[in-house]
């Protein structure tokens, strides 16, 4: 266990999720209309408002939706109507200047994840043949830095085996075609039980890093029971000689759909994982957080008001990014 002395200092939100469409029916009401209407220069805007805002790991849900790809495809002929002819390009192209990474949504191509929580969300053949295409298409971007699988485990005390047998296959498959860097953000975070056996399936896993998610957005947990939980993961991760991640959720439940919350709340949140975990990601900025006057605004009013709060909680700490370096 770490010392008290040994405890790291407050941590900034260094990553997000993102999406070209929410994957939820519902949820994404206050910025999916607005991200169907980007070109190629105005996601080239927003990403360079989110590294400027100090993201330097990007993370896309999801390449295709309801069976249409949002990018050129031979695999998935059917396409999104996006302003955009291939936004995914456009990411990437803005990532490589950014000198940020990216790692790609690789599942739930037909199907939403509401509801469908389980391997069953996307055809085993089909991830295949979307991965190579990837690869074959984007591999040469700089940022395309590696996979994100977004079945996402459920932890109840343990890892499914059979959650370990399918990240371990689907990761060994990534990495014959490239990049070879694997991400994946569990829920039922604070149910883990991290004895023995958990840290057994900690080296198990043949994934490079662990994002577990927070659960306070979704109200299924407590901050001091949050604080508990990384603690105890913090050990198991030491163990295991695995990094530790936490996956911060940005959001609050307005009915079906996202909101922003206060703030209070979000740094609450970090004060409780940045002791623990080597690197906190945020689901998600876009939607959540909008510059004052961006050209680029995607979600609801009030997400100005949660940018401004967090832009002034990182220049209280002294974590206010230096600036955006190029290549």
């Known amino acids: 266990m770490i010392k008290q002395s040994e405890v790291r200092p407050m941590k900034p939100i260094t990553g997000t999720w993102f999406d070209f469409y929410h994957c939820n029916p519902y949820e994404g009401d206050t910025w999916n209309a607005a991200t169907q209407q980007f070109t190629a220069h105005d996601w080239e805007l927003k990403l360079t408002e989110m590294a400027e805002a100090g993201m330097d790991t990007f993370v896309l849900l999801s390449v295709a939706l309801y069976g249409k790809a949002f990018y050129p495809s031979e695999v998935m002929p059917l396409r999104w109507d996006t302003v955009c002819p291939d936004p995914l390009e456009a990411v990437l192209a803005a990532g490589d200047k950014l000198n940020v990474s990216l790692y790609l949504g690789l599942g739930f191509f037909t199907t939403p994840i509401m ?140 009915g079906k759909v996202l909101y922003p919350p206060d703030f209070e709340r979000i740094e609450k949140q970090l004060e409780t994982v940045s002791p623990w975990v080597d690197k906190v990601l945020g689901y998600q900025y876009l939607g959540m957080m909008n510059k004052p006057g961006s050209p680029v605004h995607a979600g609801h009013e009030s997400s100005v008001k949660l940018y401004e709060d967090y832009m002034a909680f990182l220049e209280r700490h002294d974590l206010r990014p230096r600036g955006v370096q190029g290549r």
């Open 115 to 254: 509801g469908h929580l389980s391997m069953e969300g996307d055809y085993s053949r089909l991830r295949i043949d979307v991965a190579r295409e990837l690869s074959e298409k984007y591999g040469h971007h700089p940022s395309f830095a590696g996979w994100y699988f977004p079945v996402e485990a459920a932890i109840r005390d343990y890892f499914p085996d059979k959650y370990i047998a399918y990240a371990n296959e689907l990761a060994n498959l990534c990495r014959k075609h490239g990049p070879d860097k694997v991400l994946i953000a569990p829920y039922g975070t604070r149910t883990a039980k991290c004895d023995d056996r958990f840290v057994a399936q900690l080296r198990s896993l043949e994934v490079d890093y662990i994002a577990y998610q927070d659960e306070i957005g979704v109200n299924r947990t407590t901050h001091e029971e949050a604080k508990r939980t990384f603690a105890s993961l913090r050990e198991a991760h030491d163990r295991a000689g695995k990094p530790l991640w936490a996956d911060v959720e940005l959001f609050r439940f307005q």
